[in-house]
């Protein structure tokens, strides 16, 4: 679908400046997960307004943004998840989080000029996983979660490969129990043990934009808005990314992750143009599943299927990583660069022999 002569006018609304790519942010420098939304949008044309949603209006079809009112032909709600806080945890204000790009500024700043800190990470899932492995670098650390084994959601395909790499960075576990409180230089756990603890970062769980409530009362678990195979939600309103409850399959809903909201947010996109243009849509259909999980020191693993059968591991799945790492920053300056990458919904996956001619959602 080309623009062309078509008077259709775009207006991205996000508060800031910049375009934050957060699977990077458990990285030493934070601040290389940010791209210059401007780099990307003047070229191809797209209003940013620099402002936060408060409210969306389905019915008489307008978004409240910083309290002005804007009226909307078609809708793409693409405003992503958050962690979940703690609730009434004794010193939650010191902890820290990787969820956002302000969140790792904290946490690289408090460790910065730091050697053999000792950090305390709650949550051994992904997130967790990253955020430990790294620290791990300068640091001693302790994975604390309330399962009683690591990477409870990925499985066991990874699990022996995660705990060798775990032990190989002489990262501690503790299983089956979570912090219940936070002091200063210490954290105390559910089986009443005080650890000592220079920093406790926070990893466990993520829900939807609460924006989300707004389009439906039939939320997943997640706090995601149901969307048909074309992702709309309602006649005029699509979603995409960490808010949209998306079929992978008939037995799967898509992740929360990079490699399903990137090409989520380019159906997306392209099918509300295509709803204004009388144009045909398309169908969202994702390829093969795959997981990444950076070990830090210890390489990484690439996981292919549902049963996260590992392909790569170590060294070779360190490569993996970082190329994935550098797939997800978007062109920027070029128009028919940026145009490109936006109709690119597939890439080969690296760890495929040619003769396999798999594919997978760009990342």
Known sequence: MARGDADLRITLIAPNDHLVLRPRLYEPDPDLAKVELSRILEPIGVEHLRASVSTIDIDRRVVVADGAEIGYDRLVLAAGSKLVQPQGLPGAERLFDIDTLDGARRLTGHLRDREDYAAVVVGAGFVGLEAATALAAR??????????????????????????????????RRLGTTVTEVGDGYALLSDGTEVEADAVVWSVGIMASELTRQISDELDHLGRVPVDQRLRALPEV???????????????????????????????????????????????????????????????IFTRGWDRRVMASGADGAAVKKRINQHIHPPVDDASKILAAAGRVYIELPFFPRDEKKAAPAV
């Open 139 to 172: 640091g001693r650390v302790l994975l604390v979660d309330r399962s009683e084994v690591v990477a409870d959601q990925l499985g066991p395909g990874p699990r022996e490969e995660i705990e060798a790499a775990l032990d190989e960075l002489g990262v501690e």
């Open 238 to 300: 699509f979603v995409a990314g960490d808010a949209a409850a998306a079929a992978f399959d008939a037995e799967h809903t898509v992740m929360q992750a990079c490699q399903h909201a990137t090409p989520l947010g380019k159906v997306a996109g392209y099918n509300a143009a295509a709803d204004l243009l009388d144009v045909p849509l398309r169908d969202f259909t994702p390829g093969p599943y795959v997981t990444c999980l950076d070990l830090g020191g210890a390489g990484a």
